[in-house]
């Protein structure tokens, strides 16, 4: 299966994106956890991204392309993948089309998460992460059993950067200008499925299945 799954900063793509790894065991490639992964390596990539990630804006088409070209093409996505947070952009959009048809390959869906912008700034807000293991919590939602630490490894939890209520702002804006055309780029090609994000992760993650179940 190749997947894409899109929608809105802080919607539950992340979290929905490990179960349909786990499930249709294919690789979860986020570009915001290999650009995040990019900065605590300080890596010349990791330098180039922070000052966008920082500010809430969009790392350049041109350095996301590369890097997806590379990702890509490699043996971990021979048996498919799901993309979490990529393409954010008509032009990364066009330029995934042209990798795809260099490879020989086709898209099966494009699963749009969908949510009100008040219960965004919420689950963001209450987001927390595991820098080790990339767990993903919600102290409302999801606690952690011990106080913000990690179920999986221990490791003490993080509040992400860019997941102040300014950025979070700026992030919705930019997803609004500039990712939204993409959904009318993909449903020209037949492949948008809508998936209501509202409700508990397992709700949501049903309606996610039965949108996968059509393809
Ligand atoms: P990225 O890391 O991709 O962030 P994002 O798209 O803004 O999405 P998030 O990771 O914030 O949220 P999510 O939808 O994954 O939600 P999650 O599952 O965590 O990108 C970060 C930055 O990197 C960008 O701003 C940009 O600068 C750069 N970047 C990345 N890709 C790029 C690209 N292609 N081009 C250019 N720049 C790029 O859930 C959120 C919270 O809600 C969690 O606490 C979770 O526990 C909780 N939750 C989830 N589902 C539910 C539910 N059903 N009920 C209750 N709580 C829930």
Same mark, same amino acid.
């Given at each position: 299966m190749r997947i894409i799954l899109m929608g809105p900063p802080g919607v539950g793509k992340g979290t929905q994106a490990k179960k349909i790894s786990t499930v249709y065991e294919i690789p979860q490639i986020s570009t915001g956890d290999i650009l995040r992964e990019a900065i605590v390596n300080d890596t010349q990539l990791g330098r180039q991204a922070k000052q966008y990630m920082d500010a809430g804006r969009l790392v350049p088409d041109d350095l996301i392309l590369d890097l997806m070209e590379d990702t890509l093409t490699g043996e971990k996505c021979k048996p498919g993948f799901i993309l979490d947070g990529f393409p954010r952009t008509v032009p990364q959009a066009e330029g995934l089309d042209e990798l795809l048809e260099k490879l020989n390959l086709t898209l099966d869906a494009v699963v749009v998460l969908e949510v009100e912008e008040d219960v965004i700034v919420n689950r @963001?807000?209450?987001?927390?992460?595991?820098?080790?293991?990339?767990? !993903?919590?919600? #102290?409302?939602?999801?606690?952690? $059993?011990?106080?913000? *630490?990690?179920?999986?490894?221990?490791?003490? @939890?993080?509040?992400?950067?860019?997941?102040?209520?300014?950025? !979070?702002?700026?992030?919705?804006?930019?997803?609004?200008?500039?990712?939204?055309?993409? !959904? *009318?780029?993909?449903? +020209? *090609?037949? @492949?948008?499925?809508?998936?209501?994000?509202?409700?508990?992760?397992? $709700?949501?993650?049903? +309606?996610? *299945? @039965?949108? #996968?179940?059509?393809k």
């Open positions: @963001l807000s209450n987001r927390r992460s595991c820098p080790e293991c990339g767990a !993903i919590y919600n #102290l409302q939602t999801n606690p952690p $059993e011990k106080d913000e *630490q990690c179920d999986n490894c221990g490791t003490d @939890l993080i509040q992400r950067s860019d997941d102040m209520p300014e950025t !979070i702002k700026n992030r919705l804006r930019v997803y609004r200008e500039e990712t939204e055309p993409v !959904i *009318q780029f993909y449903d +020209r *090609q037949n @492949l948008v499925q809508v998936v209501a994000g509202e409700g508990s992760v397992s $709700e949501v993650w049903k +309606r996610v *299945q @039965l949108a #996968l179940s059509h």
